[in-house]
């Protein structure tokens, strides 16, 4: 397959264009609101064809990665701009930059004070994004990591809800305290490269022949653990995710269950296992048990919530636990699995927080209690949320089952021969976890039958002042995000041969020891 | 003495001192008042550039033997820190329109000047003293409100402990060693004689007063909240960085070693944890940057943790990030006749809103000190832990990070303010100067350049 020489332009491109965006919204920031808007739509929208195009081009049978830039940075701390594709980014990738147009024509209506600031933080935070993702430097990965809060801090706190400050000081400083001790960790860790090496280099590629012993992979994994568990987030690390995702107006709630949240699953694939898997293998069912309980507890949470966006809230937890099982399986089937999920869980969250959104701006209440019937009343607006909400259940044809399917399917794979040693904590987590599957569509239907079905109840209804079914735009980014959901579930052949390689490094990296006594050595 | 060399090593001191004299005869010709401040602008320009164009030719040379010498990198310090005090300047036209703020800065800049080139503890003396006296005088310049008098006799008081403190310390070291030379301060850290090591301990002591770290920080919040904004921003950043580019010449090429290490671990931890939980409390703008800058002054000190060789660049590195944010907070602030109003955080609340330039140099500035990448105040406090790390220190980089962490509150409670909170603008404020406006502007770009390019400046010093 010829190479496509155009990739690394294009990714540079793909990358950097939501600071040009910055730089036209600022200029047009006198003009009009509407010029922001245009122009913050535009610039998204470019950024979904390129990384479209560089999607379509990706080489599925290359193993490493794809497109990359190199270019050092500071040269005297081995850091470089090094950025580039392969099969653990491009879905993600693509999930940012489809999300990123979707997002801002959502929030076309509902953000009316500052416009052109919001569309600044969201350009920023696309870019921050972005760059997370194809980072393939640690210190830069790390930048990038840490970016993304200050445009999220804005986001929630300037167009938020009523409590907003509280919700967006907690995001941050929660947050926070993990990335300072993981900045401890990645000091500790390339110092630690350098005294054994001798060379100074931030390269994930580098930092992948680390030799640790065991006790130091531990604190590490630990930190760096810390940090992804509050993003993913996992139990019990979780409680700033309610209070950030009621508290943000759509657009945020959007990017933040969308994206933000796949940062804690991207980060333990890429560098938390992968840099300790020693330390990782040691610490699986620690691990796999907090990520069941993330499932059961969060599905649990969500079944008796009364605010609806807290209901989705905790399924985010519950959906992303998942993921984390999936990972920890280390099964093919599984790791590929969680991957889907994620971009799985990336649609179907976008999809449910949009439509809360549009019902919030109609009628001003999050409570569950005061609606009822709206399939009578919204027959568009009914048929997207029970799509959305059958996709968040895990229906077959939709890209939920496709994750949740082969995640658990990988949990089982691995959990059946530690079973036949006799070791049955693999199995017994696996099967709770399915039960997650059942409360899953309890809470999910509990709140579709209360909401869309029943007698009619809606604040500012009236025969006189009916409320006013989907946009034209509305069910524009809902259909996208429909055929999106629909397309990952019925054909998620492209999507798996595009990560099957990946998944194999990665595991060859978490199965492969690395500690000083034994260079290399397999475990089962 | 070769009176070339004393031209060209000096030469930054020259010009410095022939800006002085300048501004001096200017005074007493009645022509202060108007173009006092272009006269002192040149002569800092003309000196740093004096200073970059030396550094760059390689130049070295030792003119008064065992007393100052020079060196490239000491030359590139100059340089750097005297551009530093280009925004200083341009703040202070609104404030001050004699002739006595520029005579005065001038002579602390020319302290500032001895101090990395200081060969013996005479110079160095002379260096601390010539930097902090005139901040004496310029605390109480402006007199902005009552409780300067205050601010600027408790700097006095401490100030002078503090160099009576160094004095006793260098009796003793040259009691110890018979020398009053600088170099012998880094093999009197590893002695074992008590007279030695209580010189070295008084010395540092001294210094840690100078830089207001834990538990000789208490002039700090009343001197900062005192002084006019050009006169705090001056001694937040340049003093701060003159002291500890002093403490840098001290240590040379010595590891921290012995007793030494236990202050060296402790009290610059307990700044850092205390400066940032005390800013918390603050409704002053000035007293939270002298708690902040409590804090950062303990960052600085941990660098001395950290093996001799990075200790330069990593210490200059900070001073330049964490100066040219703090100067560019400063500079952005908007004008207000009433001082107490204007230090006040509520003048800050919404003011986004009324002046967006400002509130997003302020926003930028609070979250590069904060340490939040990308902005410079990230890669600083990264290549001073980086250091302390590969030193062997891991445990108390840690808790330095932790430290570091408690910082963020109130910087982004500032943010907060800035763009959160609903406010109107009190009846006296404005818009801060052109020429405050212009140093914003400055500072800007420096931190722009440290952002985007640090291994360039990395290079540089």
């Known amino acids: 397959m010829s190479e496509f020489t155009m990739g690394p332009m294009l990714l540079n ?208 994994l630990g930190a760096f653990a810390l940090s992804f568990a509050i993003k993913v987030p996992m139990v019990p690390l979780h409680t700033w995710l309610p209070d950030a995702h009621v508290e943000a107006p759509t657009a945020g709630s959007v990017i933040l269950a969308g994206v933000l949240l796949k940062m804690g699953t991207y980060g333990f694939m890429k560098l938390g296992f992968p840099l300790f898997p020693d330390a990782a293998r040691a610490f699986t069912p620690l691990l796999m048990t907090l990520a069941v309980i993330s499932i059961v507890y969060g599905a649990c949470l969500a079944l008796v919530q009364t605010d609806i966006k807290k209901i989705i809230a ?33 649609l179907v969250a976008a999809g449910l927080f949009l439509l809360v959104g549009m019902i919030y701006d109609r009628c001003h209440t999050r409570d569950l209690a005061a609606y009822g019937g709206l399939a009578r009343l919204l ?15 895990g229906l077959p044809t939709t890209s939920g089952f496709t994750g949740e399917f082969l995640a658990l399917m990988g949990a089982f794979t ?52 009916p409320l006013l079914d989907l946009s034209l735009r509305e069910k524009s980014i809902l259909g996208l995000l429909t055929i999106a959901v629909f ?14 390689l990946a998944a194999k490094t990665y595991q060859s990296l978490v199965t492969t020891s690395r500690t000083p006594a034994d260079a290399v050595g397999v475990t089962p | 003495m070769n009176t070339q060399d004393a031209l060209m090593a000096m030469l930054p001191e020259h010009l410095l001192l022939g800006g002085i004299v300048l501004v001096i005869i200017m005074e007493v010709l009645g022509r202060g008042s108007r173009s006092a401040l272009w006269v002192a602008l040149g002569a800092v320009i003309a000196a ?95 007199f902005r409100r009552p409780q300067s008098a205050e ?103 010595a590891n921290a070693t012995g007793p030494l290490v236990d202050l060296l671990l402790v009290l610059p931890l307990v700044s850092i944890v205390w400066g940032n939980l005390a800013a918390i409390k603050q409704q002053s703008f000035r007293r939270m940057i002298a708690y902040s800058s409590i804090a950062h002054a303990g960052y600085l000190f941990y660098a001395f943790l950290g093996n001799a060789e990075g200790r330069m660049q990593a210490v200059l590195f900070y001073v330049i990030a964490y100066s040219v944010v703090n100067l560019l907070a400063f500079a952005v602030m908007p004008q207000n006749t009433d001082d107490e109003q204007r230090d006040s955080l509520d003048a800050l609340k919404g003011l986004y809103h009324r002046n967006p330039f400002a509130a997003v140099m302020i926003a930028v500035a609070m979250l590069s000190l904060a340490g939040l990448p990308p902005f410079p105040g990230f890669a600083a406090k990264f290549l001073i832990f980086k250091n302390v790390v ?53 500072c800007l770009v420096g931190t722009l350049v440290l952002a985007v390019l640090p291994g360039w400046v990395l290079g540089r010093i």
């Open chain 1, 487 to 500: 397309a990952l579930g019925l054909f998620p052949d492209g999507a798996l041969q595009k990560t099957e």
């Open chain 2, 48 to 142: 740093s550039g004096a200073a970059f164009m030396l550094s760059n030719a390689q130049y070295a040379a030792a003119p008064f033997a065992g007393q100052f010498s020079v060196t490239p990198a000491i030359l590139m310090a100059k340089g750097v820190l005297l551009a530093l005090a280009v925004p200083v300047l341009l703040m202070s036209r609104t404030e001050f329109s004699d002739g006595e703020f520029s005579i005065l800065l001038l002579s602390s800049l020319y302290g500032l000047c001895l101090l990395p080139s200081a060969d013996s503890f005479l110079v160095m003396f002379l260096g601390l003293e010539l930097l902090a006296m005139p901040v004496y005088a310029l605390v109480l310049l402006a």
């Open chain 1, 379 to 393: 027959p568009v607006y009914s048929v997207f949320f029970m799509i959305f909400t059958l996709a968040s259940v």
């Open chain 1, 13 to 220: 491109l793909v990358l950097w264009l939501p600071i040009i965006g910055v730089g036209l919204v600022l200029l047009a920031a006198r003009a009009n609101d509407g010029l922001s808007r245009t122009i913050s739509a535009a610039v998204m929208t470019v950024q979904f064809a390129l990384t479209t195009v560089l999607y379509l081009q990706f080489d599925t049978t290359a193993a490493g990665l794809q497109y990359t830039t190199h270019l050092p940075w500071i040269a005297q701390w081995g850091v470089s701009y090094l950025i580039g594709l392969d099969g653990f980014n491009i879905l993600l990738v693509l999930l940012t930059a489809f999300l990123g147009p979707i997002v801002v024509l959502g929030a076309w209506t509902s953000i009316k004070k500052d416009v052109p600031l919001f569309h600044v933080m969201v350009l920023l935070l696309q870019f921050a994004m972005m760059g997370a993702f194809v980072a393939q430097d640690l210190f830069l990965f790390y930048l990038f990591w840490e970016a993304m809060l200050i445009p999220m801090f804005l986001i929630i706190g300037m167009w938020g809800g009523a409590r907003r400050v509280y919700a967006t000081i907690k995001f941050v400083l929660y947050t926070a305290f993990g990335s300072i001790l993981m900045l401890a960790a990645v000091i500790y860790l390339v110092h630690s490269m350098q005294q054994t090496s001798g060379v100074m280099s931030f390269a994930f590629a580098d930092l992948y022949q680390t030799q640790l012993p065991l006790s130091v992979q531990t604190i590490l």
């Open chain 1, 314 to 346: 905790y399924s985010s937890i519950s959906h992303l636990g998942y993921v984390m099982l999936g990972l920890l399986s280390l099964e093919l089937v599984g790791i590929q699995g969680a991957i889907i999920q994620m971009v799985s869980h990336g």
């Open chain 2, 390 to 442: 590969a030193a062997g220190y891991t445990t108390y980089a840690v808790l330095g990070l932790v430290g570091s962490y408690l910082g963020i509150y109130f910087y982004l409670r500032v943010i907060q303010l800035l763009f959160m909170t609903a406010g109107e603008a009190a009846p006296t404020e404005q818009r801060a100067g052109g020429m405050a406006r212009a140093a914003g502007v400055l």
């Open chain 2, 151 to 253: 601010s600027a006799f408790k700097y006095l008081v401490l100030g002078g402990a503090a160099s009576a403190t160094f004095l006793m310390g260098v009796s003793l070291l040259y009691g110890a060693t018979g020398s009053m030379s600088v170099d012998a301060f880094g093999p009197a850290l590893a002695s074992g004689d008590v007279m030695t090591r209580t010189a070295v301990v008084l010395v540092l002591l001294a210094l840690f007063l100078k830089a207001a770290v834990v538990p000789f920080h208490a002039w700090a919040p009343d001197t900062y909240e005192g002084a006019s904004i050009p006169v705090t921003a001056y001694m937040a950043t340049l003093t701060k960085g003159a002291v500890l580019l002093a403490a840098v010449r001290l240590f040379s090429g």
């Open chain 1, 414 to 465: 691995a959990a059946w021969p530690a079973h036949l040693d006799g070791n049955n904590l693999p199995l017994v987590l696996a099967s709770v976890a399915v039960t997650g599957v059942v409360l899953g569509a309890m809470y999910m239907l509990r709140f579709a039958l209360t909401f869309l079905f029943g007698d009619v109840k809606a604040p500012h209804h009236s025969p006189e002042h």
